[in-house]
């Protein structure tokens, strides 16, 4: 079992939906929390890090972490085309991150 | 400039062959990580190193090996490469946490490698 798991399907959804991305992860020891996105032939860049329970706002995104069920979360209002790319969600701790697989999601205008 | 960079970009080799791929970076981060990415299967990392004098295996470490050569370049090397090394490989570094850094990795743009 890997320690972040991701369903990786891909998501598409029309401009102006809300976009909803789950993580489950197994290592309790796991203290901050990422969420990564990746455009096409392009390298993963960081989008939202949080270190504790709870829902930490950036613009449009929001990410939720609830440690007691060891459940990630991203949210995305408003989602717009350029929101189109895979999205990655990593827990870290004991200096080293672990990635679930990666989500695609597709914004059709 | 981009801050951390790889060379090369894409990259096609034959079974047995030995490759190098090379990453550098201006942010002045000691820390440094090599992954590769396969669709379906995510970012598993292959060796990471935290100066320039520490080096430590990964997830996936068998058929591969690192040179952390200067604080700002560190390389990956396959030996001897198989097809089932085709991949996407990426590059990141990260500062060091309590001395101005923390966990964020930047990544490189990648390399594809395909091995036939």
């Known amino acids: 079992q890997k320690e972040v798991e991701q369903d990786p399907g891909p998501l598409s959804v029309p401009e102006g939906a809300i976009v909803s991305l789950n993580c489950t992860y197994s290592?309790?020891?796991?203290?901050?929390f990422m969420w990564y996105r990746q455009y096409s032939r392009k390298g993963p860049e960081l989008l939202m890090y949080?270190?504790?329970?709870g829902n930490k706002e950036d613009g449009r995104f929001t990410a939720q972490v609830d440690k007691s069920s060891k459940y990630i979360s991203l949210f995305i209002r408003d989602s717009q085309p350029s929101d189109s790319a895979t999205y990655l969600c990593?827990?870290?701790?004991?200096?080293?991150?672990?990635f679930g697989k990666g989500n695609q999601v597709v914004v059709i205008p | 400039d981009a801050d951390v960079t790889q060379t090369p970009r894409n990259r096609i080799t034959k079974t047995g062959k030995r490759i190098m791929l090379e990453c550098s970076q201006t942010?002045?981060?000691?820390?440094m990580y090599w992954y590769r990415q396969d669709p379906g299967l995510g970012l598993q990392l292959i060796y990471y190193?935290?100066?320039?004098?520490?080096?430590n295996k990964g997830e996936i470490s068998d058929g591969y090996s690192v040179s952390r050569q200067a604080q700002a370049k560190f390389s990956l090397s396959l030996e001897s490469a198989i097809p089932n090394q085709t991949a996407l490989y990426f590059c990141?570094?990260?500062?060091?946490?309590?001395?101005?850094?923390?966990?964020?990795?930047?990544f490189g743009p990648g390399t594809r490698l395909t091995v036939l």
């Open positions: 190193s935290f100066d320039v004098k520490d080096i």
């Open positions: 942010k002045g981060h000691d820390r």
């Open positions: 990593a827990g870290g701790g004991n200096n080293r991150l672990a």
């Open positions: 290592n309790s020891a796991f203290q901050y």
């Open positions: 949080t270190y504790s329970s």
């Open positions: 990141a570094t990260s500062g060091t946490p309590g001395y101005g850094g923390d966990n964020e990795q930047f």
